[in-house]
Every structure is written in structure tokens, then in C-alpha cells.
């Protein structure tokens, strides 16, 4: 079984910033695309950020040149460095993973699967 565990998240001034992490644990032998997604009171969920794991990233406009998003392999962690934050990045933050193989009993095997953090909360105040 995969599991998620993100941090970071809380309350800052618009101007400020955050770091978000993301830790997976579990039988994970590889992990594909790693990225994370926000949802906004009333409205979709949306894409932020996206990393391959090869190392592109690809960033949703309105998050372009204030926000970056990294990865540690060995860790299989995924992180967002947040700056220049303005209230319109408020809402609930959830990473996503999508783990391509897992391992058991010394045998690796397909997995294609995705998986969703709980999310945390970012409140960016005016």
C-alpha cells in the first residue's frame, strides 16, 4: 500500500513564502510523474505543477516564476517552494503521484497507479 504524506501548508502574508513537501512510503520501486494540485473554496480542482522523473516540470500560468517544484528520487519526495504568494493561491494544496512499479518478495511488478495526498491547507492573507 502507497501512502502520502504532505507538510508545510499554513498561514502567510501575500508576499511571503512556503515550502510544501510530499513523502511517499510503501512498496514503491519507481514513481513517474510526481506533481501537486490545488482547490480553491467553490471552485475545480486545478493543476499547479508536474514533474517528470526525468526532472521537467511543467507549471500552470498563474504560478509561473514564483513557484517550483522538485523532486528527491532517493526519498521519493516532492516538494513546492512557494514565493511571492498572493491570496488568490489560497486553498486546499494535494500532491499526486503516480507510482509505475512497486516491489514484494524480491520481484518488481507493473503498478501504473495513481495516488492523492489528503492535501494542506495554504492561506495566503491580504
Known amino acids: 500500500q502507497v501512502q502520502l504524506v504532505e507538510s508545510g501548508g499554513g498561514l502567510v502574508q501575500a508576499g511571503g513564502s512556503l515550502r510544501l513537501s510530499c513523502a511517499a512510503s510503501?512498496?514503491?520501486?519507481?514513481?513517474?510523474?510526481m506533481g501537486w494540485y490545488r482547490q480553491a473554496p467553490g471552485l475545480q480542482r486545478e493543476l499547479v505543477a508536474t514533474?517528470?522523473?526525468?526532472?521537467?516540470?511543467n507549471y500552470a500560468d498563474s504560478v509561473k516564476g514564483r513557484f517550483t517544484i522538485s523532486r528527491d528520487n532517493a526519498k521519493d519526495t516532492v516538494f513546492l517552494q512557494m514565493n511571492s504568494l498572493k491570496p488568490e493561491d489560497t486553498g486546499v494544496y494535494y500532491c499526486?503521484?503516480?507510482?509505475?512499479?512497486?516491489?514484494?518478495?524480491?520481484?518488481?511488478?507493473?503498478?501504473?497507479?495513481?495516488?492523492w495526498g489528503k492535501g494542506t491547507l495554504v492561506t495566503v492573507s491580504s
Open positions: 499526486k503521484i503516480e507510482v509505475g512499479r512497486t516491489y514484494a518478495s524480491g520481484k518488481i511488478y507493473p503498478h501504473d497507479m495513481d495516488y
Open positions: 510503501g512498496s514503491i520501486f519507481s514513481i513517474d510523474d
Open positions: 514533474i517528470t522523473s526525468g526532472g521537467s516540470t
